[in-house]
T-cell receptor, first 112, second 117 residues
Framework: GQQLNQSPQSMFIQEGEDVSMNCTSS?????WLWYKQDPGEGPVLLIA?????ELTSNGRLTAQFGITRKDSFLNISASIPSDVGIYFC????????????FGPGTRLSVLP | SAVISQKPSRDICQRGTSLTIQCQVD?????MFWYRQQPGQSLTLIAT?????????ESGFVIDKFPISRPNLTFSTLTVSNMSPEDSSIYLC??????????????FGQGTRLTVV
């Protein structure tokens, strides 16, 4: 089946630093989503991308849908302690009703 | 966005027993999805549940082990049957919503953390 690769697997950064993580696939996706999961909680949607080349921001978060439709990145600017968590990318191949494929996640730790 | 409530939020169960997880959505949805997240892992789709028909299971998951009910457009249950320690995971209910630009987004409940002893 389709697989997503996420990098880095984990990262430790200082508070205030910017963060960049990406997601790649051998398949072409029509939708890319980025989620954050805190311990003991379900994933929470951060940003949704629907068009190749699309660049979308949500506060300190910025994500882009790659031109090839096989990749996406998420940037977090000026990190704060509450950014700690696991970030998942998810891709959807087709239209409404097709399930999303999830990447393995990037575990982010923010050091004060 | 949809609000999804899952019950129980966590449970510790004896091996060989079964647990039924409930998922309630605040709006009517056609399809509901059940995922499993093993410790330290990503999300894996178990099955897709449509109202009025049998659930569609992904490779590696079978109805006898994970029976699903979908009695109406706002509710579903997932049962983990004859549990073993390997079933210890977070189980997540999900629905899709249409975004204004015509795209879709997936929303999740808070998950059910299951520990089998």
């Amino acid at each position: 089946g389709q697989q997503l690769n996420q990098s880095p697997q984990s990262m430790f950064i200082q508070e205030g630093e910017d963060v960049s993580m990406n997601c790649t696939s051998s398949s072409i996706f029509n939708t890319w989503l980025w989620y954050k999961q805190d311990p003991g909680e379900g994933p929470v949607l951060l940003i949704a991308l629907y068009k190749a080349g699309e660049l979308t921001s949500n506060g300190r978060l910025t994500a882009q849908f790659g031109i090839t439709r096989k990749d996406s990145f998420l940037n977090i600017s000026a990190s704060i302690p509450s950014d700690v968590g696991i970030y998942f990318c998810a891709g959807q191949l087709g239209p409404y009703g097709q399930n999303f494929v999830f990447g393995p996640g990037t575990r982010l730790s923010v050091l004060p | 966005s949809a609000v999804i409530s899952q019950k129980p939020s966590r449970d510790i169960c004896q091996r060989g027993t079964s647990l039924t997880i409930q998922c309630q959505v605040d709006s009517q949805v056609t399809m509901m999805f059940w995922y499993r997240q093993q410790p330290g892992q990503s999300l894996t789709l178990i099955a897709t549940a449509n109202q009025g028909s049998e659930a569609t299971y992904e490779s590696g998951f079978v109805i006898d082990k994970f029976p699903i009910s979908r009695p109406n457009l706002t509710f579903s249950t997932l049962t983990v049957s004859n549990m073993s320690p390997e079933d210890s995971s977070i189980y997540l209910c999900s629905v899709e919503g249409m975004q204004g630009a015509g795209g879709t987004e997936a929303f999740f409940g808070q998950g059910t953390r299951l520990t089998v002893v």
